[in-house]
């Protein structure tokens, strides 16, 4: 098999059209055919070791994710990517584990949040972007108390979205006070449902 079919068996058995660096050196390639094929327009590099089929349908959610792969989605994005807000987010917001850092984070256009590790992982969902990639996502009552907890987050998408959580049939007010009380929201969220519920 010749690099240029071992390639393109790599590229057809990618879904989303993504390939790393990893994956051609792991197939006994040289790394410096993916720069061909980024000359050739075959390829575009979206970061360090990542690149994506040029013909591949661009998803922003997931590739910023595949590129930041300790980056969750939360706060307004969450809010937008769950169906409680119907503002597009200008600025993704992720949030990271404190001690994380990468330095081409910085140039990324995200919103960057960070916790310390034992707030981390709880209330992490995966489900699918607009595109129908997975990304994990921080899940509705993580994100309801994150939003009260931090400032920045627009007064009429909380209180849209709280609005919304305390109509809705899938509240699970155990779970969003267990969130509240680790993250240190319970008297803020307490207001707010004692005014809609």
């Known amino acids: 098999m010749t690099n240029k079919e071992k390639i393109k068996e790599i590229l057809e058995a990618s879904p989303d059209g993504i390939i790393s660096a990893e994956q051609v050196t792991a197939a006994g390639l040289h790394r410096s055919i993916l720069r061909e094929l980024v000359e050739n327009g075959k390829l575009y590099r979206f970061g360090r070791g990542l690149y994506v089929r040029s013909s591949a349908w661009e998803d922003d959610f997931y590739l910023l994710q595949r590129k930041y792969r300790r980056g969750i989605y939360s706060n307004d994005t969450s809010l937008y990517l769950l169906g409680y807000?119907?503002?597009?987010?200008?600025?993704?917001?992720?949030?990271?584990?404190?001690?994380?850092?990468?330095?081409?984070?910085?140039?990324?256009?995200?919103?960057?949040?960070?916790?310390?590790?034992?707030?981390?992982?709880?209330?992490?969902?995966?489900?699918?972007?607009?595109?129908?990639?997975?990304?994990?996502?921080?899940?509705?009552?993580?994100?309801?108390?994150?939003?009260?907890?931090?400032?920045?987050?627009?007064?009429?998408?909380?209180?849209?979205?709280?609005?919304?959580?305390?109509?809705?049939?899938?509240?699970?007010?155990?779970?969003?006070?267990?969130?509240?009380?680790?993250?240190?929201?319970?008297?803020?969220?307490?207001?707010?449902?004692?005014?809609?519920?």
């Open 85 to 197: 807000s119907d503002r597009t987010p200008v600025q993704y917001t992720m949030t990271f584990p404190k001690g994380y850092n990468s330095p081409s984070l910085k140039q990324e256009n995200i919103n960057i949040k960070r916790v310390v590790p034992e707030n981390y992982s709880f209330g992490v969902i995966e489900l699918k972007s607009p595109c129908g990639n997975p990304i994990r996502v921080y899940d509705l009552e993580r994100t309801l108390c994150d939003i009260l907890r931090g400032s920045g987050s627009d007064i009429q998408i909380v209180n849209a979205a709280m609005k919304k959580y305390a109509a809705s049939r899938e509240k699970d007010m155990h779970k969003l006070m267990q969130y509240a009380d680790q993250l240190r929201v319970k008297p803020k969220v307490l207001r707010y449902m004692e005014i809609l519920l």
